[in-house]
Each structure stands twice: as C-alpha cells, then as structure tokens.
C-alpha cells in the first residue's frame, strides 16, 4: 500500500524534474507553436486580401522602402460620402480627412479639409469635386480630388480612400461600439432624417440629438450623428466645430481597431474586411494593404497632431481662412484663403507640419 502511494508521488516528482531540466525547450516549443499558429492566421488573412507571400512580407519591412512619399510624408485622404441610398447626390463628400504620416517619427497628423472649401480651378466647393469627376468617362473623382488638395492645401496625396455612411455605421456597430471623450455638450434641433427630406409639415424632416460632455460608448447610428451634426446652438454649430468631432472619433477608432479585442479576434477582423471589400473605393494597391498596415500599428504609441483650417484664431492657431462676399463665388456660401493669399495658406500648413 505505502508502494502503491509512493509511486505517484515520484511520477510527479520526475515530471517537475523533467520541466525544470528542459524549460528552455519547452518554452520555445509553446513559443514555436504560437508563432506558427499566429502566421497561418495571418497567411490566411493575406490570402483573403489577394495579397500573394512575396508582398506579404512588407509587413515586417520598414514602410517608407514601400509606400509612395514626399519628402519623407506619405499623405492618405479620406472622403465619407452619403451613400446610395440618399435621395439627394449620394457621392458628394460630407467628410474629408488628411492624415499626413511622417516616417522618421511614426507621427501621424490630421487636417479636416472644410466641405465648402473653394477649387477654383473648377469653380467649385471641394465637397463636390469627387462628385464631378465620378461624371467623367472614365471615372476620374480620386484623381479630381487629389489634384484639388493639391491646388488648395499645396499636399501631395498619395492614397484615396471613399467610404460611405452605411459602411461607417456598420463597422463601428461591428466593433460594439467605440468611446468618445465629448469636448463640449450640445444639442441640434435640425438633425435630418434619412428619407425624409421632402416631408410635410418641414419639421417632420428633423430630429434633435443631444451630446454631453464627457466620455460616451456609441453606435455606429450615433456615432454618426455625431460626425455629422451641423446646427448645433452655439460654437458646436459650425463646420469647425464638426471637423474637430471628426478628428475626435479617428482617434477613438484607431484606438479600438488597435486594441487586443480586435487584433486577436479572427472573426471580427474578417468581418470588418468584409465590410470594407465591400464598399471602399480605393487606389490604393493591394500589395500596399501590408505596409499601411504596418504604418498604422507602428504609429499606436504616438498621439494624433491636428492641423485646423479656421477663420478664427483659437488655441494658438490663426486665422488663415475667410468667408468672401457670395457675388464673387456664383453666389455661394465658400471659404477661401485668407486675403485670397494661397500660397500663405499653404506655407502655414507646411509649417505647422514641420513643428
């Protein structure tokens, strides 16, 4: 019987003893295991993306070797277009958002272009320039919108990426919601409701929405009222104000696509890649996909810069935009540089990148 007790105890004894003679082996097998099983995922996602092994491996390359630049920049826009199922012109660009990411520092830097920005090349606001060049034949509004940055802002934009609301609402509901800290609370009384544009009474076509301040999980319905929001009392009504909540919910988006929830959850990346395959306009190549991939992961620990084009001086920033008289501009509510000066417009903007 005191055999018959013993003989555990000394299998267990040798199992320690064996760990403890091998624990080097054993933690690079487990190590082994994981990094085998962490690649197929990954050689499974690239292979879902088309992109083939040889391209795959820009992902571990350094991003600057791979990705088309100036001066050490690349630039990435993005539009946020309504969608096909507005009643109204459902590829004008409600949103537009520069994201400047500069190689040497990992540093990555925002600029809200405002909508009724001024091309005057085209005689036309900046939010309708995808517009017109998605009329051409061929479809030319990523080159349109590209050369009118360019014009305006004097930034050389490398990638174009147009998403539109219904795929913005989608991946934010995908990702159960993101959390905005609210700078400011507000309320608007005029928010419209989808598909109710032509309803009678007029006040049938609104809703009001109301944001407090402070820290808010959101929906993707919310989340885009709150990107959208546009007669707000108060500052929050202006169009400034909307492109600062814009630069607000990038860097709550960043942060959760960042976050392990996400980065380690197969499913989740696969459907967010569903969405985007779906509905992303792009020209961006697809054996690209890894370097930005590594452009976005290596800027994680770098909070966002932001660049603001306003007509009034705040937080240090001046004035470089003005409102001129409609009758010079087709009788149309634009913003041009300030004293019609475009080239001191840019070289703030260029300044401002450099600090």
């Known amino acids: 019987?005191?055999?018959?007790?013993?003989?555990?105890?000394?299998?267990?004894?040798?199992?320690?003893?064996?760990?403890?003679?091998?624990?080097?082996?054993?933690?690079?097998?487990?190590?082994?295991?994981?990094?085998?099983?962490?690649?197929?995922?990954?050689?499974?996602?690239?292979?879902?993306?088309?992109?083939?092994?040889?391209?795959?491996?820009?992902?571990?390359?350094?991003?600057?070797?791979?990705?088309?630049?100036?001066?050490?920049?690349?630039?990435?826009?993005?539009?946020?277009?309504?969608?096909?199922?507005?009643?109204?012109?459902?590829?004008l660009a409600d949103t537009i958002i520069l994201a400047s990411?500069?190689?040497?520092?990992?540093?990555?830097?925002?600029?809200?272009?405002?909508?009724?920005?001024?091309?005057?090349?085209?005689?036309?606001?900046?939010?309708?320039?995808?517009?017109?060049?998605?009329?051409?034949?061929?479809?030319?509004?990523?080159?349109?919108?590209?050369?009118?940055?360019?014009?305006?802002?004097?930034?050389?934009?490398?990638?174009?990426?147009?998403?539109?609301?219904?795929?913005f609402v989608q991946a934010i509901d995908l990702l159960e919601g993101i959390s905005v800290n609210i700078e400011n609370s507000f309320t608007d009384k005029l928010f419209p409701i989808p598909g109710q544009e032509n309803a009678y009474p007029i006040e049938n076509r609104y809703e009001t929405i109301s944001f407090n301040q402070g820290l808010q999980t959101m929906t993707g319905e919310t989340a885009l009222k709150f990107v959208r929001s546009r007669h707000a009392e108060g500052e929050e009504g202006t169009d400034f104000a909307r492109n600062k909540r814009q630069q607000l919910l990038i860097k709550a988006l960043r942060q959760k696509l960042l976050s392990t929830d996400v980065l380690f959850n197969e499913s989740t990346r696969s459907s967010l890649l569903n969405i985007v395959q779906e509905n992303l306009v792009t020209n961006v190549a697809t054996d690209d996909y890894p370097s930005l991939i590594h452009l976005l992961v290596s800027s994680r620990d770098n909070p966002f810069k932001s660049i603001n084009l306003s007509t009034e001086s705040e937080d240090g920033s001046l004035a470089i935009l003005e409102n001129p008289p409609r009758y010079l501009y087709q009788n149309q509510w634009v913003l041009i540089a300030k004293d019609g000066n475009w080239e001191a417009l840019k070289q703030y903007i260029q300044n401002q990148l450099n600090q």
């Open 101 to 167: 990411f500069l190689h040497s520092t990992n540093q990555i830097t925002i600029i809200s272009i405002p909508r009724d920005l001024w091309v005057d090349s085209l005689k036309t606001k900046i939010n309708a320039v995808y517009h017109y060049g998605q009329q051409r034949d061929p479809p030319a509004g990523i080159s349109l919108i590209q050369a009118s940055i360019q014009e305006t802002l004097g930034i050389p934009i490398h990638y174009t990426g147009v998403v539109n609301f219904n795929s």
């Open 1 to 91: 019987m005191k055999l018959k007790r013993l003989r555990p105890a000394r299998v267990k004894i040798a199992v320690v003893h064996f760990i403890q003679s091998h624990i080097k082996i054993i933690g690079l097998s487990f190590l082994l295991i994981i990094l085998l099983i962490g690649l197929v995922k990954l050689k499974l996602f690239f292979k879902k993306l088309n992109i083939v092994p040889q391209h795959a491996i820009t992902l571990f390359q350094d991003p600057v070797d791979h990705l088309n630049h100036s001066d050490g920049r690349t630039n990435l826009l993005l539009l946020g277009t309504k969608g096909e199922n507005q009643t109204d012109v459902s590829d």
